[in-house]
């Protein structure tokens, strides 16, 4: 049996039954729409958080207190010999690799403008902010570089804090109130909008110094370093280590680098993607089942035609081949219309739901289609054994 007859037999026997055949292939199209879907949104998802996490550049090393045996930055601040001190971030300025140290304290309090209040968020900082986070001061300055220990009481707002107490009014100059403590504002903030959660607009900078006091602590919430671009990330980590170690006499701190938050997050937002489809792959099984059931009706009803196929000459492999493309081209066909069905259909989310991060892993679309043809493929093999094996004799008398 030639290649090309074969082929118009397959296709002759889909097109004579367009219902059944449109069904069979439904189910495996409903399946691909889900994967491509599923999966653009956990593709979107990923591709927005490590975009958000990477704006603040990509040469930064964060040191936590307390000690970890994992990676990741701890979720809070874990009892340690020796807290984290503003002297400790003065002396990591001594290495060479590193271009600018930030120590930071943070907590919420209320901030208060001529009867205006408004609870937010503090962050004690050290002059060098906005450099090492690639924020943008809107007007006036940020903190200058005052003696760490005995810094000036200085406040920079963000732009929401600046909008809700201030409104049209300039607020360069004005005193505000923050937990009974006086500052001067000295400066605002560019909008910088949410990141990872956190609204870098509804906050206030002051000196780090004025923060450990605010708050009552005696542990900086952590130290960031930006170190130069071109720097070797395990020379420079091993600069911090040999520092802190030193002051401390023990190895009472968390090294978290750049590259570990981000492999750690990317790793965590892969088991996403991966589980999100799989749950698009369970639609593709069922569709399987589908090929399976029709398949093997097929193969009933079509008896007397597999008899006379074999009476005038097929093989067994050639009614295999027939019987199993069919299943193939069937697979093939819905999984085809799922791609074109979920590509559109994220494409017509996106612009109903802009805020909706979705990217199309083109990856993920190709091993959904081969998926599609491997499922059709398996669940055809079995009514096409069935039907190679028939007898012709038995099966032109079924006829």
């Known amino acids: 049996m030639l290649f090309t007859d074969a082929l118009r037999f397959t296709f002759t026997s889909i097109t004579a039954h367009r219902l059944r055949s449109g069904l069979t292939g439904l189910g495996i199209a409903i399946g691909i729409t889900a994967v491509v879907l599923l999966t653009s949104i956990g593709e979107g998802i990923r591709h927005y958080v490590l975009s958000e996490f990477t704006q603040f ?66 962050y004690g900082v050290g002059p060098q902010m906005p450099s090492v986070f690639r924020l943008d001061v809107a007007s006036g ?36 109130r923050i937990a009974n403590s006086r500052f001067t504002v000295i400066g605002t903030m560019e909008s910088k909008g949410q990141v990872l959660g956190f609204d ?17 602590r005696d542990s900086l919430v952590a130290i960031d370093v930006l170190y130069r671009e071109g720097a070797s990330t395990h020379e420079v980590t091993a600069g911090i280590r040999r520092i802190l170690t030193a002051r401390h006499g023990s ?26 489809g799989a749950l698009g792959g369970i639609s593709l099984l069922v569709g399987g089942v589908g090929i399976l059931t029709i398949m093997t009706i097929t193969v009933s009803e079509r008896t007397g035609e597999i008899g006379l196929l074999r009476a005038l000459g097929a093989r ?14 069937l697979a093939a066909l819905g999984g085809g219309t799922g791609l074109i069905i979920g590509i559109g259909g994220g494409q017509l989310l996106h612009l109903l739901i802009p805020a909706m991060p979705l990217h ?10 081969t998926l599609a043809v491997a499922i059709g493929m398996l669940a055809g093999v079995l009514p096409a054994r069935h039907a190679a094996q028939l007898d012709p004799i038995e099966a032109l008398r079924a006829e």
């Open 141 to 176: 300055r940020f903190l200058p570089a005052d003696n760490p220990r005995a810094p000036r009481s200085f406040a920079v707002l963000g732009s929401k804090v600046r909008d809700e107490l201030f409104g049209s009014t300039n607020p360069l100059g004005e005193h505000i």
């Open 316 to 329: 067994r492999t050639h009614i295999l081949a027939l019987f199993l493309g069919e299943a193939i081209i």
């Open 200 to 216: 870098m607009d509804d906050a206030v900078y002051i000196p780090t110094a004025k923060g450990l006091e605010m708050f009552n």
């Open 251 to 276: 190895e009472d701190y968390t090294i978290t680098t750049q590259e570990q938050m981000l492999e750690t997050l990317g790793s965590v937002l892969n088991v996403l993607t991966f589980a999100v």
């Open 57 to 122: 550049g990509t040469h930064l090393i964060e040191v936590n207190p307390g000690k970890t045996m994992t990676h990741g930055t701890p979720v809070g601040t874990i009892a340690t010999v020796r807290p984290l001190s503003l002297d400790d971030a003065e002396a990591l300025k001594g290495l060479s690799q590193v271009r600018d140290v930030v120590p930071v304290v943070q907590g919420n309090a209320e901030a208060e403008y001529q009867g205006k209040r408004r609870r937010t968020m503090i």
């Open 360 to 369: 199309i892993s083109w990856l993920y679309v190709f091993l959904a289609e």
